[in-house]
């Protein structure tokens, strides 16, 4: 898979800070009335555009690929889907002491959505790990989450006390998500070739909806004054929850990787696509979730846990790099 490393992080870099502007002035300056409604319809477009090409540029194929290595690919899954929750229900401790209960709804869905793909594949690849492995496993990971993490949130945010998931959620989901992108599966056939060759194009359609969909939700969370209950020492335990997390998961996708004796270029894919989270799919599936409840609030750990995902695992991708040109080195001398 060819692509430039140093432009890939930089474009995750600036599109990190897109968002966080976009959050900022939905905070500063919101809308409401009239044009609140048509940024709702508007959003609502975005999504399901969102969705539809997620399902053009999923190939099937990559599904039955993970047949093939089934360890790797199941390992990262586990990750994803089981070590993650389990972490997060653990963090109902410190809620409502120490977070408040959306914040605590929010921690607990970082831990529920896909992993990501892009920054997934390019720091593997910046490591020297599996990269046609990363491929499958994130790209896996996204398809099995259109379907998982709403079920995990009606499964688990029903019994922990967190924001409620009724049934007109459910059918939102289907309509907004699972419709566009069997829709884009489907299509396939006639548009993966066009949606190949202007990737500029929806790249920009992607992104765009995901700004839309990040000032929607913090704009409602600003009209309904939800920022008046979150304390700034509330938002540094976020932060320094979000980095906690973030050491256990690497320390144990590592550990596990190691004791199932992958080899290195393995256990580098289960390193950074097993400890990531994806913001793009996680913003859109919870606007499509959490309708009439704040939004804003509930992402907010999965924008900080993010930044610093992506901070951490591009030093982590240099270590390991260096680390394998010295290896290469002794071997040669």
């Not at 396939?188 to 790249?203: D, E, I």
């Amino acid at each position: 898979m060819a692509f430039s490393l140093t432009g890939t992080v930089k474009a995750l870099d600036g599109f990190v800070l897109a968002i966080f502007a976009a959050a900022i002035a939905a905070t500063v300056f919101p809308v409401s009335g009239t044009a609140a409604d048509v940024l709702s319809w508007v959003t609502t477009v975005g999504i399901a555009l969102l969705f539809f090409l997620y399902g053009i540029r999923l190939s099937p194929r990559d599904a039955m690929d993970g047949v093939r290595h089934w360890r790797l690919h199941g390992v990262v899954l586990a990750c994803t889907y089981l070590l993650f929750p389990l972490l997060g229900l653990g963090v109902r401790v410190l809620a409502p002491g120490l977070l408040t209960d959306d914040l605590y709804t929010g921690m607990l869905y970082l831990c529920l959505v896909p992993s990501t793909i892009q920054s997934s594949i390019a720091f593997t690849s910046i490591a020297r790990g599996n990269v046609a492995g990363a491929v499958v496993s994130a790209s896996l990971s996204n398809i099995v989450g259109v379907f998982a993490t709403p079920l995990l949130v009606v499964l688990l945010m029903s019994t922990t006390g967190g924001a409620s998931i009724d049934a007109g959620s459910i059918v939102d989901i289907m309509l907004q998500l699972l419709l566009p992108f069997v829709a884009g599966q489907c299509a396939r056939r006639w548009l993966a070739g066009w949606v190949a060759r202007h990737r500029s194009t929806t790249l920009l359609v992607d992104r765009g909806s995901i700004l839309l969909i990040v000032y929607a939700a913090f704009s409602a969370s600003r009209v309904d004054g939800v920022w008046a209950a979150t304390t700034p020492w509330q938002i540094v335990a976020v932060v320094l929850l979000c980095s906690a997390l973030l050491a256990v998961v690497l320390a144990a996708t590592a550990g596990i990787a190691r004791a199932v004796r992958m080899s290195r270029a393995d256990r580098i894919v289960v390193v950074f696509c097993g400890s990531k989270k994806s913001l793009a799919s996680g913003i859109a599936i919870a606007s499509v979730l959490f309708v009439g409840q704040p939004v804003g609030v509930i992402v907010l750990p999965l924008l900080i846990f993010h930044q610093i995902q992506l901070v951490v695992c591009a030093v982590l991708a240099g270590r390991y790099e260096r680390q394998a040109i010295r290896d290469a080195a002794a071997s040669t001398s």
